[in-house]
């Protein structure tokens, strides 16, 4: 049975989430606290974490990002903010999804379900041992590790399959719809706004200047290339 962590301070939300989880299958624990939050999520025991942003004693950013000093589990935030800056920004730590209030928890529960299966299907693609190599960038898909001239950088679950997908496609240009189906599925609620963002993301690691890409580029009015 997978795991799911609720971190929420409020609990009507917190025990709506955690019932509708458990009809569906799933073990599900609240913890209303940033504190005790992220110590629950570093533990190891869960699938994935979802977190509210606006949490007492340490907030859901902060949360994420120690996470991801640990976990490449996924993070799904829900929270009552909804302006773009709070979204990228939350994705820009870390996060794997985001869902603002209020919300169906019958859609909670479908991206649970989807992030879980990509998750666990990109673990089991990484038992191929396939190396790709571009110029100075080597994914080791085996191990889930990305190098740069020699050099580990540490990246997300999502910045690392969408990486992975594009240097598997070199020279093609992908529009940011096809990578948004691509990676995070057709029958995904999410916004195409977070391709760009991960894109970002991704240069920032791999790029000498990320102002300038080498490997992946962008083609106005068209969509993304990268470039072998």
């Known amino acids: 049975m997978k795991s799911i962590l609720i971190v929420e301070d409020d609990i009507n939300i917190a025990e709506l989430e955690?019932?509708?989880?458990?009809?569906?299958?799933?073990?599900?624990?609240?913890?209303?606290?940033?504190?005790?939050?992220?110590?629950r999520a570093v533990s190891g025991v869960y699938d994935v974490i979802v977190v509210d942003l606006m949490l007492p004693l340490m907030n859901g950013y902060e949360i994420i990002k120690e996470v991801r000093k640990k976990l490449e589990i996924p993070i799904i935030v829900v929270s009552a903010k909804s302006e773009?800056?709070?979204?990228?920004?939350?994705?820009?730590?870390?996060?794997?999804?985001?869902?603002?209030?209020?919300?169906?928890?019958?859609?909670?529960?479908?991206?649970i379900k989807s992030h879980i299966k990509r998750y666990e299907r990109l673990k089991g693609h990484n038992a191929s041992n396939e190396i790709i190599i571009h110029r100075g960038m080597e994914i080791n898909t085996a191990a889930h590790k990305v190098f740069i001239n020699?050099?580990?950088?540490?990246?997300?679950?999502?910045?690392?399959?969408?990486?992975v997908f594009l240097a598997s496609n070199p020279n093609i240009v992908f529009t940011k719809e096809q990578l948004f189906d691509a990676i995070w599925g057709s029958e995904y609620y999410g916004e195409t706004a977070t391709v760009p963002v991960h894109i970002q993301k991704i240069r920032k690691k791999i790029e000498k200047d990320p102002s300038n890409p080498e490997f992946i580029e962008t083609l106005w009015g068209s969509g993304y290339r990268f470039n072998s």
């Open 84 to 111: 773009d800056i709070d979204k990228i920004r939350g994705l820009d730590y870390g996060a794997d999804d985001y869902l603002t209030k209020p919300f169906s928890p019958a859609e909670l529960v479908a991206r």
């Open 18 to 39: 955690r019932d509708y989880l458990k009809l569906n299958g799933y073990q599900a624990d609240i913890v209303q606290d940033g504190m005790q939050g992220v110590k």
């Open 150 to 163: 020699g050099k580990e950088i540490q990246v997300t679950t999502k910045e690392y399959e969408l990486l």
